[in-house]
C-alpha cells in the first residue's frame, strides 16, 4: 500500500524536510515531470473556472491555494454520477479522485511555469464526494488523489487531509479536491 509505505518513510523525518533530509531520501533532484511520464501518467489540460473565481490564488510567493478540481480526464471528458448503492463503486470513485490530483497537478505546473520540482510541500488537500445516503467511505475515495500525490511527487506529495460526503456536486462530479502547496521560491 503506497499510502502506508510514504508514511513510513516521512514520518520519522517529519514533513519539513531540509536538504539533507531530501538528499538522504534521494529526493535532491527530482524532475518530477519525467517522474510522471516514468509514472505512465498524462496530465489533463490546467484547470479552468466554471464559474466566477479564479482557478488559483497565490497568498505569498510561497504559498498558493488552488480552487476545487473536478475529475477531467486529458480527453476532456469528464466522470460524472454519485458514489454508493446504485451508483459510482469505490474503485470508480477513486478512479474519479485520481484525475482531480492530476488536474490539481496540471494546474499547479501552469502556475509554477511548468517546473513542478518547485512544489515543495502538498500541505492539504480538501476532498468533496457526492454520495449516496449509506456511502461511508468517502476517506478512502480520496487515498485516488493521495496516492496520485505521492507517486508523482514522492515525500512532497504526504499531505494533511479532510474528506467529506455530499448529496451533490457542480456539473454531477462524483468528487471536488482542493490543495493548498507551498512552493519553493524563484
Known amino acids: 500500500n503506497l499510502s502506508t509505505s ?6 520519522p523525518v517529519g514533513l519539513a524536510l531540509g536538504p539533507i533530509h531530501r538528499t538522504l531520501l534521494g ?20 484547470g479552468t473556472p466554471k464559474a466566477n473565481y479564479t482557478i488559483a490564488c497565490w497568498e505569498s510567493p ?3 491555494y488552488v480552487s476545487g478540481h473536478l475529475p477531467i480526464k486529458p480527453d476532456g471528458s469528464m466522470v460524472t454520477g454519485v458514489v454508493g448503492t446504485g451508483g459510482l463503486s469505490l474503485t470508480s470513485a477513486q478512479e474519479a479522485a ?5 488536474g490539481l497537478l496540471a494546474t499547479i505546473q ?7 520540482d518547485r512544489v515543495e510541500q502538498v500541505v492539504k488537500l480538501f476532498g468533496i464526494v457526492a ?9 478512502l475515495v480520496m487515498n485516488g488523489c493521495s496516492d ?7 515525500a512532497r506529495g504526504y499531505h ?3 474528506a467529506i460526503g455530499t448529496n451533490t456536486l457542480p456539473l454531477d462530479s462524483p468528487v471536488e479536491v482542493e490543495a493548498i502547496i507551498t512552493v519553493k521560491p524563484k
Do not use: Y
Not at 27 to 46: C, F, N, Q, W, Y
Not at 110 to 116: E, K, M, S, V, W
Open 6 to 11: 510514504m508514511r513510513a518513510l516521512v514520518r
Open 27 to 46: 529526493l535532491a533532484s527530482v524532475h518530477t515531470e519525467a517522474r510522471i511520464k516514468e509514472l505512465g501518467l498524462t496530465l489533463p489540460a490546467p
Open 62 to 64: 510561497t504559498r498558493l
Open 98 to 102: 485520481k484525475w482531480c490530483g492530476l
Open 110 to 116: 501552469d502556475q509554477l511555469g511548468g517546473d513542478l
Open 131 to 139: 454520495s449516496k445516503n449509506d456511502f461511508k467511505e468517502q476517506h
Open 148 to 154: 496520485v500525490m505521492m507517486q508523482v511527487l514522492g
Open 160 to 162: 494533511a487531509r479532510s
